[in-house]
């Protein structure tokens, strides 16, 4: 018996309340969410534990395990913040090294704070046409470990956040020569395999440890995700104790069971649903052919579902207004509008009439009045400078600072556009004319921004107090 089912019978015993939770099955609550409060209970008997399941949840994850082909598959209900913060601390000890690739996300550079993991970085290339972070490449992989082979084993993001793929069976092979550990943030890629593309995942791709969000692709609720053990290399027994540590020890029932009801949509409806996804992107592909500004991003190794919008040949779009656009105009948000592009998220989840409504908006809408008429920006892919560790930085005391007079000082702070959550700057790197003046050029974008202030009419960020 699995999660769902477990609920329901307990719901259908129609108990007198005596325990948590304090709603008592939604009794005071607006008629428009009793449902959901049905299987919000507690550790009661039949409801078993997340951190120690042996019935309906354990039923479930190994259900997880069963569908992705891993070792064995966690529920993760603090996001897949909780799962990298256990797969990181489980590889590596504090002071120990691994090599992360630059472009992670801000919850990888906090799992290396508070371990006190030492980062060294890979940077992979740019793509200045889309302003894709490419993939990270076997030979950029080769040159970080042979430069510090002390390292424990390599962190990187695949798919990105814009959909690119890195060769993730090659670099788990050569690190598994070398007796290294491969983590992937797979977070953007839980349903690659339900796609069709899971010769491209993580997990059938030989990676150690995979984290997925199943939420951002899957009908899961927010925060719903898992974390995959796929090989002997990680003490199972650390890892188990970490993800104790990490998450809530109140566990949301309503959290899992849209897990495990999302894993049955898959399980039942999968190939079927994938498919039809896949005939209405390709659909939009070839309504979009002939655009005068607009075309779709294009790499041989993406995420077929994620559409990036890109200028045209001789276009240059403020993506933000028109991001704008199509909300206010045509009730259609998109996930992200950035200098470059405007990114979709597509899922099996949307129908034929959800393209069919961004198709028409993207043909009537008058782009000659979303013309970036100053200098187009470009993401400059900024190597800062290191000063001090991140867990040294974080802890040291800081102060706050003009952002026009921050070059030289080191950060205190990730800075961080958000999303797709990847900081511009960490803390223990220094501030540099090129950072400041990305700052600058994102804030007059308009893009929400993680980390700095904004007081009379200047922007403030934080610094590691110099000593005297």
């Given at each position: ?40 209970i ?47 601390m ?23 704070m508070l ?36 390292a ?58 995979v ?12 925060q ?87 200028n ?5 779009i ?37 393209f ?52 030289g ?48 009419h ?11």
């Amino acid at each position: 018996m699995r999660i769902h089912e477990g609920l329901e019978r307990i719901a259908h015993e129609n108990l007198i309340s005596f325990h948590m939770p304090g709603h008592k099955k939604g009794r005071l609550v607006p008629d428009s969410l009793k449902e959901i409060y049905r299987h919000d209970i507690t550790e009661i008997p039949g409801a078993d534990n997340l951190h120690e399941a042996t019935g309906i949840i354990r039923a479930s994850q190994e259900a997880l395990r069963d569908y992705y082909g891993s070792l064995k598959a966690y529920f993760l209900v603090n996001g897949s913040t909780s799962g990298l913060y256990a797969a990181i601390m489980a590889t590596a000890r504090p002071s120990e090294t691994l090599i992360v690739s630059r472009e992670s996300h801000r919850s990888i550079y906090s799992a290396l704070m508070l371990g006190g993991i030492n980062a060294r970085y890979l940077y992979p290339e740019i793509d200045p046409v889309a302003g894709a972070c490419q993939e990270v490449t076997l030979e950029k992989v080769r040159e970080a470990f042979e430069r510090y082979p002390e390292a424990k084993g390599l962190v990187l993001t695949s798919p990105t956040f814009l959909g690119i793929l890195s060769p993730v069976k090659e670099i788990a092979a050569y690190l598994h020569g070398l007796d290294k550990v491969l983590i992937v943030d797979e977070a953007h890629g839980a349903h690659l395999k339900m796609m069709g593309q899971n010769h491209q995942s993580s997990i059938f791709a030989g990676a150690d440890l995979v984290i997925h969000s199943l939420h951002k692709t899957l009908p899961v609720l927010t925060q719903g995700s898992a974390l995959h053990l796929n090989s002997d290399r990680i003490d199972r027994e650390r890892l188990e104790e970490l993800l104790n540590i990490h998450q809530t020890s109140s566990p949301s029932y309503v959290l899992m069971d849209s897990m495990d009801e999302g894993l049955r949509i898959m399980e039942e409806e999968g190939q079927t649903l994938g498919r039809a996804l896949m005939g209405h992107i390709r659909k939009f592909e070839a309504g979009l052919q002939g655009h005068p500004c607009l075309k779709l991003m294009t790499h041989p190794w993406r995420d077929l579902t994620r559409l990036v919008l890109i200028n045209g040949e001789k276009a240059t779009i403020d993506f933000n207004r028109l991001e704008s656009v199509l909300r206010k105009e045509y009730g259609i948000q998109a996930e992200y509008s950035y200098d470059k592009g405007l990114v979709l998220i597509t899922t099996i989840a949307n129908t034929q009439g959800d393209f069919d409504g961004l198709m028409k908006a993207l043909w009537e809408i008058d782009f000659s009045q979303l013309l970036n008429t100053g200098e187009y920006g470009t993401i400059k892919y900024i190597r800062p400078e290191k000063n001090l560790s991140l867990r040294e930085a974080f802890y040291r005391d800081k102060q706050w600072i003009p952002l026009s007079k921050a070059r030289g000082y080191t950060s205190a702070r990730m800075i961080i556009p958000y999303p797709p959550g990847i900081p511009l700057i960490a803390p223990g790197e220094v501030f540099s004319s090129d950072i400041i003046e990305r700052i600058h050029e994102m804030a007059g974008f308009n893009y929400n921004i993680l980390g700095i202030k904004e007081e009379d009419h200047h922007h403030w960020v934080a610094v590691v107090k110099e000593e005297n």
